[in-house]
């Protein structure tokens, strides 16, 4: 046991250490107001999620099935953007407690390998593929400088190991702190949608920790893009104009909207916390909004083919209306055919949509 707890420690100040920090490469994707460029150029990425890539069985605990990278990454047009999950508990070995970098490593390598672009999310709202604990007020108060039961560093290290060994990928796109934060309570510990309780200092917490993490990535990666994870839809931090006030964080350069249950419909959503009002906040702070996860149910309820057709329907809307890029929910290899799920496997028709719309700019081989 002692032997395992001083290897872990030593895994854990070599990963985060200097003699391990690459220094940053040069940005490829940045921002021109409301829209996003890639090389300089104006673009607009359509692209797929896929939180499953650092899966490895042989090391970590994993999180969902594990991906065939070169197979997955050669799939795809060039330069096309994929967000995956990029958590400490991903970088741990399940045996021994110990950091191992090895699964991450290996997806910025196989996206380098083929020209790809990824944005990795290095904690989730909701605690899954980590300790399977919800993230409510307090964490992002002061609990993500604290080492949480169950991990094996605090989040603030994780932000600093992550960047210091990974902004010198050329596949780096951006930076995201948490996937859809929201800064929620929850009574007697039942974190349940309809049990959650919202403070009234809710969005201050918010902005305050998207102010003070994002700080720590600037002074590690000054020139790379930050995204918010936010879903958009009226969650506690960011309801109604509490997304704008949240939006407008110096550490905040790309917005999000997370868009489901509103198949066919471009912009979905009320006037309080819709699409298109998200769309206006994100003008009002010269911003781009990058709708990041669009899902839509197929399988057993509904054709692929039927789906794609929906899920282009929306994205020329979206397009339209001043979105800054789509990405798709979500890439799986072990797709359920029978059952009705946001399963997008290899050879999807949606892989289609992703070669022909919209055009980019030309890029280096």
Same mark, same amino acid.
């Given at each position: 046991?002692?032997?395992?707890?001083?290897?872990?420690? =030593?895994?854990?100040? /070599?990963?985060?250490?200097?003699?391990?920090?690459?220094?940053?490469?040069?940005?490829?994707?940045? /921002?021109?107001?409301?829209?996003?460029?890639?090389?300089?150029? +104006?673009?607009?990425?359509?692209?797929?999620?896929?939180?499953?890539?650092?899966?490895?069985?042989?090391?970590?605990? *994993?999180?969902?099935?594990?991906?065939?990278?070169?197979?997955?990454?050669?799939?795809?047009?060039?330069?096309?953007?994929?967000?995956?999950?990029?958590?400490?508990?991903?970088?741990?070995?399940?045996?021994?407690?110990?950091?191992?970098?090895?699964?991450?490593?290996?997806?910025?390598?196989?996206?380098?390998?083929?020209?790809?672009?990824?944005?990795?999310?290095?904690?989730?709202?909701?605690?899954?593929?980590?300790?399977?604990?919800?993230?409510?007020?307090?964490?992002?108060?002061?609990?993500?400088?604290?080492?949480?039961?169950?991990?094996?560093?605090?989040?603030?290290?994780?932000?600093?190991?992550?960047?210091?060994?990974?902004?010198?990928?050329?596949?780096?796109?951006?930076?995201?702190?948490?996937?859809?934060?929201?800064?929620? =309570?929850?009574?007697?510990?039942?974190?349940?949608?309809?049990?959650?309780?919202?403070?009234?200092?809710?969005?201050?917490?918010?902005?305050?920790?998207?102010?003070?993490?994002?700080?720590?990535?600037?002074?590690?990666?000054?020139?790379?893009?930050?995204?918010? *994870?936010?879903?958009?839809?009226?969650?506690?931090?960011?309801?109604?104009?509490?997304?704008?006030? =949240?939006?407008?964080? +110096?550490?905040?350069?790309?917005?999000?909207?997370?868009?489901?249950?509103?198949? *066919?419909?471009?912009?979905?959503?009320?006037?309080?916390?819709?699409?298109?009002?998200?769309?206006?906040?994100?003008?009002?702070?010269?911003?781009?909004?990058?709708?990041?996860?669009?899902?839509?149910?197929?399988?057993?309820?509904?054709?692929?083919?039927?789906?794609?057709?929906?899920?282009?329907?929306?994205? =020329?809307?979206?397009?339209?209306? *001043?979105?800054?890029?789509?990405?798709?929910?979500?890439?799986?290899?072990?797709?359920?055919?029978?059952?009705?799920?946001?399963?997008?496997?290899?050879?999807?028709?949606?892989?289609?949509?992703?070669?022909?719309?919209?055009?980019?700019?030309?890029?280096?081989?």
């Amino acid at each position: 046991m002692c032997i395992t707890l001083v290897l872990a420690a =030593v895994a854990v100040m /070599t990963g985060s250490g200097a003699a391990n920090a690459a220094p940053p490469a040069p940005a490829r994707v940045g /921002t021109d107001g409301t829209g996003l460029t890639l090389d300089g150029q +104006p673009w607009w990425p359509l692209g797929l999620n896929a939180y499953q890539l650092a899966t490895n069985w042989s090391i970590n605990r *994993g999180c969902g099935a594990q991906v065939d990278l070169d197979a997955y990454f050669s799939s795809l047009p060039r330069t096309t953007i994929t967000r995956f999950n990029a958590f400490s508990a991903l970088a741990t070995d399940k045996y021994t407690g110990a950091v191992d970098f090895a699964p991450i490593d290996a997806v910025f390598a196989a996206a380098e390998r083929h020209g790809q672009l990824v944005i990795p999310v290095l904690a989730a709202q909701d605690g899954a593929c980590e300790n399977d604990v919800f993230k409510q007020r307090d964490w992002y108060s002061t609990g993500w400088q604290q080492t949480a039961t169950g991990m094996t560093m605090s989040f603030a290290d994780w932000v600093d190991t992550a960047v210091e060994r990974w902004r010198g990928s050329p596949a780096l796109a951006a930076w995201e702190l948490v996937g859809e934060p929201e800064t929620s =309570v929850c009574p007697g510990g039942n974190c349940d949608f309809a049990n959650r309780v919202c403070p009234s200092d809710a969005a201050a917490v918010l902005r305050t920790f998207m102010d003070q993490a994002g700080d720590r990535v600037r002074a590690l990666d000054p020139d790379r893009l930050i995204t918010a *994870g936010l879903t958009g839809g009226g969650q506690c931090g960011t309801q109604g104009d509490e997304y704008q006030h =949240v939006g407008a964080s +110096p550490n905040v350069d790309v917005l999000q909207y997370h868009d489901y249950y509103a198949d *066919g419909i471009p912009l979905p959503g009320d006037q309080w916390n819709g699409l298109a009002r998200r769309i206006e906040q994100a003008e009002a702070v010269d911003k781009p909004l990058l709708v990041a996860e669009i899902g839509q149910s197929a399988g057993g309820c509904l054709s692929y083919a039927q789906r794609a057709a929906d899920i282009e329907t929306k994205i =020329v809307g979206q397009h339209a209306a *001043g979105t800054a890029g789509a990405l798709l929910w979500s890439f799986v290899p072990d797709p359920r055919p029978t059952e009705c799920t946001f399963d997008i496997g290899p050879g999807d028709p949606l892989f289609d949509l992703l070669a022909d719309f919209p055009p980019g700019p030309s890029t280096a081989p």
